[in-house]
């Protein structure tokens, strides 16, 4: 019996291990992160961080979920290691989490009794099925559809937090106008190495559509727009803005590399350095 035990244990880590994929957990760091770094600078109580990032992982998991099964063609084409496209999981275990996702999601939120937290799950929510459904598909909107979903990924959250902690929504707006470019940014260098697949099932993307040079160019234009933004921001609240200094520099630095020669580790680099500049707003401005 004791020899089983491993055995067990193994498989059990690799069904989790797909699971943590298929939800893609790393896709709501942003929201986390702005959640948890504005509720701790406020003070919020333990359970509030707590259930705040429960629901907003198990929400943004959620959405997914729902893409991966919209998409499942262009993934696999694209070669990306996703439970539904390398079929290590069919698209029954898809709908089956989804209303287990579902069920979760509302017990946590009739447990809770927060009207704020009910209504932020409901609006990203809505735009993440608006973003990957058939017929609406705002993934196929070209920038539009960038635009839309980082407002969800950077509002969303920046508002329960000031919500739940009695802050002021006016500050929290003007945070959130701020963090935008950024997150737009990141936003589109999500489907960098995605254009053969997005292609061929029809889906324009801003990268399908305008190529690649045309939007790594954009994106990094809205993040020198946010950093002047968030200079100003800081100077007409009296923050101290010594903090976006080393962003703003480095951000620069990249820009440049990638403006002489596109590398996928840099692209990677860049997008990485928007959503910490997000956090950063969020933390030192909330």
């Known amino acids: 019996m004791l020899t089983q035990f491993p055995i067990a244990a193994n498989a059990g880590w690799t069904r989790g291990r797909v699971l943590e994929r298929f939800l893609r957990v790393r896709n709501a760091k942003l929201p986390l992160a702005v959640f948890l770094a504005v509720g701790v600078t406020r003070q919020a109580d333990r359970q509030t961080l707590i259930l705040g990032a429960l629901v907003l992982v198990l929400t943004y998991g959620f959405i997914a979920v729902y893409n991966d099964i919209t998409d499942v063609a262009a993934d696999r084409l694209n070669g ?66 960038a635009a839309v979903l980082a407002s969800a990924y950077v509002a969303t959250p920046l508002v329960l937090a000031t919500t739940l902690t009695n802050g002021s929504l006016l500050r929290s707006a003007g945070i959130a106008l701020v963090a935008l470019p950024f997150a737009v940014a990141t936003s589109l260098y999500k489907d960098f190495g995605d254009e053969k697949g997005d292609e061929s099932i029809g889906k324009a993307t801003p990268l399908v559509r305008y190529g690649d040079r045309v939007v790594l160019e954009v994106a990094i234009r809205l993040q020198l ?35 002489i020669r596109m590398r996928p580790n840099l692209v990677q680099l860049h997008r990485f350095m928007t959503t910490g500049t997000v956090v950063a707003l969020a933390v030192f401005m909330a």
């Open 80 to 145: 990306r290691s996703l439970p539904l496209a390398t079929g290590e999981l069919t698209e029954r275990d898809a709908l089956i989490l989804l209303v287990f996702l579902l069920a979760s999601i509302s017990t946590l939120l009739v447990f809770w009794s927060s009207t704020p937290a009910a209504l932020c799950v409901a609006g990203v929510s809505a735009v993440g099925f608006a973003y990957s459904a058939p017929g609406l598909r705002l993934s196929d909107r070209g920038f539009v559809g």
């Open 225 to 259: 727009i946010g950093l002047a933004a968030a200079a100003l921001l800081a100077i007409l609240t009296e923050h101290h803005f010594g903090w976006w200094l080393p962003l703003g520099l480095g951000s620069l630095g990249l820009s440049l590399a990638l403006r």
